[in-house]
C-alpha cells in the first residue's frame, strides 16, 4: 500500500534541479509591476507630514499608495482588525508600512520606498515587558486564568519551595523564501493571486475586503512555499492584499516580495516570554503544586497572540501530572512587530517554562533531572485499566500517555545513565571544558484550539483513463504534505502513486479553508482527501457489483486492479466502464475533527483530539573560557502513530530539533533603545548551520498506531519535535552547572554570552 | 562596460551592460534562469550559489553579490545546467534518494556548492556547506547525500566550458586594469574610482545600500598582485589573492592561522573576498587584519609610482579612518616567518560563518621560561583592530605562568573600552579577551582547551 512506504518528496527532482516554482518565479507579462513599502522610522508616534514627492519623483515609479487612496477596508489583521495596511496617522513600531511604492522594477521600488521625507511627533515606546506592565499596556481586558486544586496552599504546604524567572527569546521564521505575492487583475471584476501563504482562504477573504468584492471574484493559487513555520500564517495577508490594490488601481499584474532586511523588520516572529514560577515539592522532587505567570510580548497588534498565549498556558504541564497548578498569563502590548505563529504556537515557551522548573528543582536536590521527571510524568495509559485517567491543568483526561514506556526505551537505548556518570566524572577532570546531558519529553496537543478551525475539504477527480487528480485545503511549504495526502488517495484505490497529479491549492477548488498550521495539514486534509475517495469507490463498487453480479462487499481495489468476486479488470478499465454507465467518477470529502469541546475563558474542556509525544537525549560541550558551545549528540524517540511516510517524517523531526536548538541556543533576537530591531538580516541573525548539527543524530519512529480514529491511525509531525531542541538547552544548564555549587539559571536563548554568565552565577551565586 | 562570458555553455556579450547589476538579478530577470534563488541579497544564506570558471579554478559564489562586471571572461554555471546529458548529476540524484530538500528553495545552492566542492576534490562537507543555510532538513540528510554521492570531478559540460572559455576573451574595458601598474594609473587618472575585487563588501552597498558605485574598476584581471610569494624571512601575500588561496597556503605555512581562516565568511565568500579587500576596508570586525598585526606584518601601499611600506597596526587610525592617501592602493602583505607561536581565536554567535565577536590573536616568545616578546591584537574591541600594548608591556620579562597572565588584569581597561552590539556586550569582550589569553597559555602548554576537539 501506498502509505506507510517512503516516498520522497514529491518535488525534490524540480527542487535539486532549480525547476520548482515559487511566487517569485512565476513569469509575469512586460507590463507587470513591482512593489515595496515605506517603512517607518519610529517605535511610535503620529506622523505630522509625509512628503512623497521625492518617492514620486525617483526613477520608474508609477504610482505611491497611501491609506487615504485604498478604496476600501484598510486591514490585514486575521480578526481583531487592529492591523492596517498602511499606517493611519498613527504609527506603532519601526518598520510599520506607512505607503506603498508601485515601479518598473523591484530595485526602482525598494529605492523609491527609502526616499520620502516624514515628520513624526514622537512618543515614548513601550518595548519590554516592564514597560508594558507599568503601563498597562495588554490585550483582553487582564490575565487569563487557568487552574486546578488549590496551587498556593499546595506551595506553601510542601516540604520545599523554590522560585525563579526565566527568560525566554522570540525567533524569526527564516524561511528561505522571503514574503512573496502577485496579483493578476482580469476582466469581469475577478482578481487571481499567487501568494506564499499558509492560509490562501483568509488571503482570499482580505483581498476580496481590500477590493470591495465578493470572496467569489478572488482566486488564490499556492503551489508550494519555500518555508513558512507560521510565519505565514498571517503574515503574508499585507503583500497579497498590496498586490492587489495595486493591480486594481493601474490594472497591471503586480508582484511583491520584501527584501530579506524588510521581511526582518516588517513581519512578526514568535512570542519572547518572561515566565515567573513558584514550586512547591518533596525531597523526591514531587511536585505538590506550582505557580507560572506569563508574561508574553505580543508586539504592536493582536494578531494571533491570543491563540498564543493560550496554547502556552496549555502547556504548562508538558509531561507532569500536577495536582495543583495554576497558570496566569499576560498578553503585552508593545512597540515592535507584532509577533505571530511559530512552530509550536505557544506550546514551546509553556513547555520550557515547566521543564526548567524541573531542572530547577534537581539543581537543588542535587539529583538527575530525569529522576525529577519520572517522578511527576503523567501514568501510562492503559485502555485496559479501570482506573480514571489523570487529567491535565485544564480538565483534559490524558488517554494516551506513553512517555515513560518511550523514558525508558530512550535511557536504554542511549545508555544514558552511564553516560552522565562518565560526564560527571570528566567534568572533575577537566577545568575549563565541560560536557553536559539531558533528557526531556514532549507532549503536544494536537488541534486547532479555536474549534471551527478543525476542518477540512477535498476534492477528487477520477479521469476515465484511471488517473486521478486531487485537490484540498493543505499548503505545501516542505513539509510533504502533498506527497503524504497523494499517499492516501493511492491508497484509497489501491493505485500507483503516479497515477496520482498533486495540483496546487486553490480557492476556487476547495472553499473556506483552515491555515495549513497547528500540525493538522495531514490530519485534516488526509481525511477530507480520503472520505472523497471513499465516495468514489464506493459508487464504482455499488455499480461494479451489479455488472458483475456479486456484491458490493466482494470489491477489492488494489495493485491496480479491481476484483469483483471472480472477475478482475485493471483500474483503467474499472474507470472507464463506470463512466461509460455514467457514474459520477468526482467527489468532494469533508472532514471535522470529533469530539472537541474547548472553553479558552474558562480555560476547561478537551482542546485536543490527541497528544504527539518524543523524548529527545542531548550531549553538548561547553568552553567555560568563553562560554562557546557544540551539541556533540542527540538521540530521538518520536511518536508518530502509524506512520503515513517514515522518511518524511525523520525529515520533520531531524528539522524541529535543529530548529529549536537553533532558537534557545544562537538565534538572539536584539531590539535597541528605540525599538529598532539590530539583528535584521543572517549576518547578524545567526540560524544553525550544517556544523552545528549533532554529529551523531539517532532518530528513532516510535511504533504506535493512535489510538483515536486520524487518518491511518498517523500521528501529526509538523510542530511537536521543535520541542525536542529543549534537550540541548538543558544539557547546555547540566554542563554549566558543573562550574560551581549553584543552580546557573541560563535563560534562553543560551548563546555564548549568556552561557558565560550562567557560569559565573552557577560559581559565585545570583 | 561590455561583458563576455559564458553562461550554461552558451557565450553571453553584453554592450553597454551596467556593471554592478547583480548576476542573480540578470540570470533571474534578464535570462528567465530562477533556479537561483535569493534568500538574503547579501551573500550569508547561499540560494543563489552558482559554479564560476576562472581560469583554471572552480569557484562557487554568492550570485546576489556578484556584479555582471566581475564576470567578463568567465564561465557561469547555473543549478539548471549542472546536470550530466538529460540526467541528474550524482549531487542531485542523492539529494533526492536521501531527502535532502523539504521545502527546496535552498536546494539549488546546496546542489551547486556540492557540485563545484566535487570538482574541487573535497569533502569536508561541514565546512564546503558552512555558507548554504537550510531552515527545514537539519542538515542531516544533506550531509548523507554529499557523503554519498559518486563523485563526478570533471563533469562533461566542465570539460566543454574550460574548452569554450579559451576561445571567448574578456570584452576591453577602461575598468578593467590588468596590472598593479594599470590600477596606480587608473587611480592617478581618477583617484575616486572604487576598486573591486571580490565584491563581497561593496555590493552589499548596492544591495542593501541601494547606492551607486560608480566610477569603479574592476580588479579581476590583475595577475601581478594575486600571487603569494615565498621570500627570505617573509612571505609577500598579494593584495588581490583570496582569502581561499590564503587559506590554502595557511594550511602549510601557519595551521593556526588556517584554523581561522577555515571559519572566514563560507567558501563563496573566500572565493570573492581577498586579502588586500579585508584590510583596505578598514573594518574594526575584519578578521586577518589581528592575525597579521600579532605576526608583525607590514602593508605595501601604492600611490602612482611611489611606494611605501608601513606596519599594518600604522594602517589603523581610528573606526573608518585608515591612513590611505587619495589615489593610494594596497599592493600587498608582507608577513615574517616566524610564526610558530602564533595563535589565533575566533569568538562569534554561531562558529561558521558569523562575524567575530572577539578575535584575539596572540604572538609570545619564550625564552627559558621567560616572557622575551608579545605581541597580542585583537579585533572587535575597538574602533580599529588594536594591539593590548598594555597588557603586552605587563608581561615582557614575566615568567610564563598563569600568575603573569592574572597580574595583567588591570592593565586590560588601559587597552580596551570596547563597545556592546548585537554580537556581544562590552563585559563579555572584555572578560572572553582575557580569558582567551587563558586558553594560549593552556594550548602552549599542551593542555586541551578547544571545544571543537570535544567528542561524545
Redesign the interface.
Known sequence: MSVGSSFAHDAAQLHVTGQARYVDDIPIPQNGLHLAFGLSTVAKGRIINMDLSPVLDSEGIVAVITCKDLPFENDTSPAAKDEPLLAEGEVNYVGQPLFLVVAESHLLARKAATKALISYAEQLPILSIEDALAAESRFEEGPRIYKKGEASSAIRGAALQLSGTFSIGGQEHFYLEGQAALAFPSDDSEMVIHSSTQHPSEVQHKVANALGLGMHDVRVEVRRMGGGFGGKESQANSLAIACAVAAQTTGRPCKMRYDRDDDFLITGKRHDFRIDYEVGFDETGKIQGVSFIHYVRCGWSQDLSLAVADRAMLHADNAYHLEHCRVESHRLRTNIQSATAFRGFGGPQGMIGMERVIDHIAGHLALDPLSIRLRNYYRDSNLASVVKPQTTHYGMEVTDFGLNAMTAEMVESCDYVARRIAINEWNKKNPVLKKGIALTPVKFGISFTLTHLNQAGALVNLYQDGTLRMNHGGIEMGQGLFQKVAQVAASGFGIDIKKVKITATDTAKVPNTSATAASSGSDLNGMAVKLACDEIRCRMSEFLAEYYQAKPADVRFHDNKVYIGNHDLTFAKATKLCYENRISLSSTGYYKTPDIVWDRIKGHGRPFYYFAYGVAVSEVAVDTLTGENRILRADIIHDVGASLNPALDIGQIEGGYVQGAGWLTTEELIWNDEGRLMTHAPSTYKIPVASDRPRIFNVQLWNNENCEETIYRSKAVGEPPLMLGMSAFFALSHATSATGENYPMVDAPATSESLLWACERAQYGV | MDVTFLLNGETVALKNADPHLTCL?FL??QR???????????G??G?CTVIVLDKEIIRPLNACILFLGQLNGKAIR???AV?EDGH?HP???E???K??????????GI?TSLVAAQINGRSD???I??G????????????KAAETAAVLSEPTWLREDRKKIRDISASPNANWPQSSDEIAALLTANPKTRLIAGATDVALWVT?G?QDVSPSAFLANVEDLSQIEDRQGEYVIGALVTIEALFNWAKVSCRPYAELLRRYGSVQIRNAATLGGNIANGSPIGDNPPVLIAAGAELCLRQGDKRRRILLEKYFLAYGRQDLKVGEFVEAIVIPKSLDALRCYK?S???????S?VCGCFNIEINNGIISSVRIAFGGMAGIPKRASHVERALVGKPWSLQALEETEDEWLKDFVPLT?????AK?RL??AR??L??YF?ERSG??????Q???
Open positions: 538579478d533571474r530577470e528567465n534562469l530562477s533556479g537561483s534563488k535569493e534568500g538574503c541579497n547579501e550569508d544564506c540560494a547555473t543549478v539548471e546536470g541528474l549531487v542531485q540524484s539529494m533526492v534518494e531527502h535532502g530538500s523539504q521545502c527546496g528553495f535552498c536546494t539549488p546542489v562537507h561541514e565546512n556547506l558552512a548554504n543555510l537550510c531552515r527545514c532538513t537539519g542538515y542531516a540528510p544533506i550531509i542593501k541601494l569568538v554567535k554561531r562558529f561558521d560563518q558569523d562575524i565577536a552590539d548585537v554580537r556581544a556586550s563579555y572578560k572572553v580569558n582567551l587563558t586558553r593552556m593542555q586541551s582547551a578547544d571545544v571543537l570535544v567528542v561524545p
